[in-house]
């Protein structure tokens, strides 16, 4: 199992060190998620993606229309498969770790995403996650043209109107549709916006070990992120192991020389030291 672990750390390191905004997200997604099972194989979950990306394919036969496309996704993932949005246990923190979610069949808007982007990609199709506050959305272009989908809701193709009611759900009735929400981000930013489900469950629970692991792998992943940086050098601080968060710290100015957060850094470093003394 500890080998299995590492194997997936290093993994996760190599990610990290890319550049590109496309990933292969699901594969990350549950090396991701392994953390939590490594002595699960991770192909097992692999080949039933592909199982699935393949009913897509034969699903989709000659369609010709974006709209033909997202109802094909509707489905294979979600009629065929059996896959929803978890309603009634929406803060399970299985819901955004993508083994149990494949287990389980329901889960967080932004882990159904993730398992929606990977099988329309390998059919040819722009899958992206979108900027959007409170709720994940995906964003899906074809034909010269786009729509968004709502991966907790069967991938419902979702109108202006919409998006505002979704807002309005969730930031409340003075929150107003803004460009910049429906606004492309990168996969690296999906994952990361997984990972704070995680983070943000642990903490509710008071679980610090696993806030600790969980913040180590949103730090290898995005690994530029001076926020997860620090706050996982406060957690490692906060439960006396001083030394260990300096060194991560020390460890981010070596690598990241030209990095805007260095000063930042440097002044965190003095503190804990200040502390440890």
């Not at 592909?50 to 489905?75: Q, R």
């Not at 983070?199 to 290898?220: G, H, Y």
Request: charged share 25%.
């Amino acid at each position: 199992m500890a080998d299995n672990l590492q194997k997936y750390l290093d993994q996760l390191k190599k990610i990290g060190k890319g550049e590109d905004q496309t990933l292969d997200i699901a594969k990350t997604a549950l090396l991701l998620a392994a953390l939590e099972f490594p002595d699960i194989q991770l192909n097992n979950y692999i080949n039933e993606l592909n199982a699935m990306a393949a009913d897509l394919t034969k699903e989709v036969g000659d369609c010709m229309t974006l709209i033909e496309h997202a109802n094909a996704i509707t489905n294979i993932v979600y009629k065929k498969y059996g896959f929803a949005g978890d309603i009634n246990t929406y803060n399970n923190i299985e819901n955004a770790n993508l083994m149990r979610v494949i287990d389980r069949r329901k889960g967080l808007p932004v882990a159904l995403g993730i398992l929606v982007m990977h099988i329309g990609r390998l059919q040819g199709w722009k899958i992206s996650g979108l900027n959007f506050p409170g709720h994940f959305l995906l964003r899906m272009t074809a034909f010269g043209e786009h729509i968004v989908l709502d991966p907790f809701d069967s991938c419902r193709i979702l109108l202006p109107d919409d998006l505002q009611r979704i807002l309005e759900l969730t930031h409340g009735p003075k929150t107003s549709l803004q460009s910049e929400f429906i606004r492309k981000v990168s996969d690296r930013d999906v994952l990361i916006r997984l990972q704070n489900n995680i983070k943000i469950r642990a903490l509710s629970e008071k679980n610090k070990a696993r806030v600790s692991k969980t913040l180590l792998s949103m730090t290898l992943v995005a690994p530029k992120n001076v926020e997860f940086l620090a706050e996982l050098a406060l957690m490692e601080a906060s439960e006396g192991n001083y030394k260990s968060a300096i060194d991560r710290l020390n460890n981010f100015i070596k690598k990241q020389k030209g990095s805007k957060d260095i000063i930042d850094i440097e002044n965190l470093i003095m503190n804990l030291k200040r502390r440890l003394n």
